[in-house]
């Protein structure tokens, strides 16, 4: 089992920013890549970003390259996302995720676990 847990998020206005971060517990070392996806209401869950075990390769939603940032501290066993220039569409529930190797970590379908997630709201 794996356990996540997701924080920081908040109400921000618009340009601003925040970091989020993913506690992860339990068998970690069996789904070492980990991931952020979104969703908002009406919408499906879309992916953010992924990072892979050793931290040396990150992927990014095209609409988040530049402006969001995924890191880890495997020390730490935590994940974090950092948001920049925040828009109001950036507005979502945002979850971590964890995965094996050897996955297609663009896709959601391709993670075992999740956390509960945590509410971003950016006003105008």
């Known amino acids: 089992q794996v356990q996540l847990a997701e924080s920081g998020g908040g109400l921000v206005q618009a340009g601003g920013s925040l970091r989020l971060s993913c506690a992860t517990s339990g068998r970690t070392f069996a789904l070492p890549n980990m991931g952020w996806f979104r969703q908002a209401p009406g919408n499906e869950r879309e992916f953010v970003a992924a990072?892979?075990?050793?931290?040396?390769?990150?992927y990014y939603a095209d609409a988040m390259q530049g402006r969001f940032t995924i890191s880890r501290d495997n020390a730490k066993n935590t994940m974090y996302l950092q948001l920049n220039s925040l828009k109001p569409e950036d507005t979502a529930v945002y979850y971590c995720?964890?995965?094996?190797?050897?996955?297609?970590?663009?896709?959601?379908?391709?993670?075992?676990?999740w956390g509960q997630g945590t509410q971003v709201t950016v006003s105008s």
């Open positions: 990072i892979t075990w050793n931290g040396r390769t990150t």
């Open positions: 995720a964890a995965a094996g190797f050897g996955r297609n970590l663009r896709s959601r379908d391709e993670y075992d676990y």
